[in-house]
């Protein structure tokens, strides 16, 4: 196999594992533009994986388990929602709690109902994603260079991949184009004005909140039903947190976000093809180094030393209203 | 939410609350094990029987609270502080490489000074990775929650390396070191016992405890009798007048997640030096998360960190028994409970406010004549 063929499996292997975090990543966005910090990511993330395979084994459908993973994501942010901002809660703490919750109930439940230490059994192929294929893939395909790019790199991936990557643009279109965008990333710099402008802060919060639970459930989603086939505990492994991560690396912009999802994504691809390869000068590849490379990264971003991150202002403080 | 709340009686504050929002998610968790088909007072009585039936059970139990004391004890500290180190986990991993390279490579010193040195590494090693984020936080604006969360990786990373690719025995299967020699273990209790006659089954159980105890009354005098516990207190309730007051908010900080990873280091001792004896991959196996809900439920303070980190011993000594013989309650119930008493003596503690003092209230209201 050439060079152009490795490069082209490694990136195709970045897209399917940086769609997760291109979904997380925009629910956090979603959620910290209005002013509500979510670290649960990671397990909404896992109770999405966990309704969808559920729902998926129980059902035998790919859409009921979509259904099923998103609304119990959306259940799990109204948790966070109603702490953050009818309680006024730290915001870092009860997303602490939901990451806890979720690792525990979903392993627990799981291994209470199919009593495989908390695996699912595996989904038949008609209860999955399957891949699509983008028209004239195979008269294209022999086209050198952009043939075997649209062939293998753009086309065969698929609903819930290609939804993550339509939801940037949309996202973005929402957030900076309409009317709700504006109202939604105001009330996460100056919540005071909204309110004065007549417009319900709580409303505007909560509606984030459901979005985000929305975007990090199709990451769950994902996960089961269109990568393993099954859930198994804590089978997001930290892709929560390295949305997280991406989030703070984009500056919580869209297309930036995008961009470091597929980077993230792309070091973990080629983390797992340098596995144990033996490279001429620096001799066996040190794996971890790559696979911590996004937090490396991230954490000298916001020490200031590339750019300077700067969260939405209101992030994480929960709206008193004045009497 | 319309009226402002009423202050309530001290005793309400202190005992009331904690315990009504702690009772609340003992009951959710209650209807969990219903939930999955199981009784939950069944569950319940196992799971004490198990914890404190016998001495083996109550050696269990208590060494797994001295590491909820040093880890609780660690998160609280920042507490005070306004940090929240969710980094814990990460701090007292390599604080478990601190205390291995001390107690595998200073060989030479004599006797037990070679536990107190290898004690001494645990503390250095978790200060000092506390102290980056810590740092970072104080002179370069960067978020402590988000650098903490990050450094948890980079230590599980940096440990992965290590373990497998470094310190593995040449020729060994498992990614663990060579065991220490016996002076660079902290005696266990079982130990000691029968060096002196008495019959004590082999658990755990280690000196560490004691260590834990007198870190936890350290830290009490520290945050109420110091100066530095004071300019602590005053960062944490307002750095702004902090400033006013003379005191350097950043320097605070810094120090504050030093003693923290210091702290977080304790639990090195424990379970590094006191039972393992090798350092192994992952050895943290959640512990500094558990810390998160102990200083939470023992709202930051010493005596209520204690009493707290046994109940967790309890829960996950007794959880192991239950998890024995009820398979179906496994020993992801515990992280259930620790995830609900975070979020009821967390992120809801002021949920039942409102309620207990309108009861309150109508109670010690007078009559209208």
Redesign the interface.
């Known amino acids: 196999m050439g060079w152009f063929d490795s490069f082209i499996v490694v990136f195709a292997s970045g897209i399917r594992l940086g769609t997760p975090l291109i979904l997380g990543c925009l629910a956090g966005l979603w959620s910290e533009r209005a002013g509500v910090v979510d670290i649960g990511l990671e397990g909404k993330m896992l109770v999405g994986a966990f309704a969808s395979a559920a729902g998926a084994t129980f059902t035998g459908s790919v859409s009921i388990g979509l259904l099923a993973g998103i609304a119990a994501s959306i259940a799990v942010s109204l948790v966070h929602g109603y702490a953050s901002i009818d309680q006024r809660a730290n915001q870092i703490v009860s997303g602490t709690a939901i990451n806890m919750v979720a690792a525990g109930l979903t392993a627990l439940v799981g291994n209470a109902i199919w009593s495989q230490g908390g695996r699912t059994p595996q989904l038949p192929a008609d209860a999955q994603f399957g891949s699509i294929e983008l028209p004239f893939v195979h008269s294209l395909g022999a086209v050198p260079i952009a043939g075997p790019i649209y062939e293998h790199l753009i086309s065969g991936h698929d609903l819930v991949t290609y939804l993550a990557f339509l939801l940037v643009p949309v996202t973005y279109w929402a957030l900076y184009s309409t009317r709700f965008g504006l109202r939604l990333r105001a009330v996460g710099e100056n919540p005071a004005a909204v309110d004065t402008a007549g417009i319900s802060v709580r409303a505007l919060r909560y509606s984030a909140v459901v979005i985000c639970g929305v975007l990090v459930g199709l990451a769950g989603v994902y996960l089961v039903l269109s990568q393993a086939a099954y859930f198994q505990p804590n089978m997001s492994a930290g892709k929560g947190f390295i949305a997280l991560a991406a989030l703070v690396f984009a500056k919580w912009r869209p297309w930036p976000a995008l961009a470091t999802c597929l980077l993230f994504g792309f070091l973990d691809a080629l983390a797992i093809r340098l596995q144990g390869v033996e490279l001429p000068v620096v001799g066996p590849v040190p794996v971890q180094a790559i696979e911590a490379l996004p937090y490396v990264l991230t954490v000298v971003l916001l020490a200031g030393f590339i750019g300077k991150a700067i969260p939405p202002k209101a992030s994480g403080i929960p709206y008193v209203k004045e009497r | ?1 319309s009226s402002p709340l009423k202050p309530l009686p001290a005793w309400a504050d202190v005992a009331l609350i904690p315990l009504i929002n702690v009772t609340a998610a003992f009951i959710i968790s209650g209807f ?1 094990v219903l939930a ?2 199981e009784n939950p007072l069944e569950a319940v009585q196992i799971l004490i029987t198990g914890a404190l039936g016998d001495l083996d059970g109550i050696g269990f139990t208590l060494y797994y609270a001295t590491s909820f004391i040093f880890t609780g004890l660690a998160v609280a500290i920042c507490f005070h502080a306004g940090l ?1 180190n ?1 980094g814990v986990e990460g701090q007292a991993y390599i604080a478990g490489l601190g205390a291995t390279l001390a107690a595998l490579n200073l060989g030479f010193l004599p006797g037990y000074s070679l536990a107190f040195a290898a004690i001494l590494a645990a503390a250095l090693f978790g200060a000092a990775f506390a102290a980056i984020p810590g740092y ?1 936080q104080a002179y ?4 402590i ?3 903490t ?3 948890n ?2 230590a599980s ?2 440990m ?2 290590l373990l497998v ?1 470094v310190l593995r025995v040449p020729g060994q299967m498992n990614a663990e070191t060579a065991p220490f020699r016996d002076s660079g273990r902290v005696p266990q209790v079982h130990e000691i016992m029968s060096a002196l006659g008495f019959h004590w089954p082999v658990t755990p159980f280690n000196l560490s405890f004691l260590l834990a105890l007198a870190a936890a009354l350290v830290v009490w005098l520290l945050i109420w009798r110091t100066r530095l516990g004071y300019e602590i207190r005053t960062v944490g309730a307002n750095s702004t007048a902090a400033i006013y007051g003379g005191i350097s908010p950043a320097r605070i900080t810094v120090v504050t997640t030093l003693l923290s990873g210091a702290l977080a280091g304790g639990m090195a001792v424990n379970v590094i030096l006191g039972e393992e004896h090798r350092l192994i991959l992952e050895y943290t196996a959640g512990f500094g ?1 558990v810390g ?2 102990v200083a ?1 439920m023992g709202r930051a303070h010493p005596v209520g960190i204690i009493l707290a980190a046994i109940l967790f011993g309890v829960l996950y000594q007794g959880g192991a028994e239950l998890a024995f013989e009820k ?4 020993r ?9 008493v ?2 009821f003596a ?6 039942f406010r409102r309620p207990v003092a309108t009861l309150l209230a109508r109670r010690t209201a007078q009559p209208p004549i």
């Open positions: 939410m969990v999955i088909g929240f969710i970072l370069r604006d960067s978020h929650v988000i650098t969360i990050m450094f990786y980079i990373a940096i992965g390396y690719d998360f998160i809900a939470l398979p179906k309650i496994s992801d119930m515990i992280v259930v409970i620790q995830g609900l975070v979020l967390g992120a809801l503690e002021h949920m």
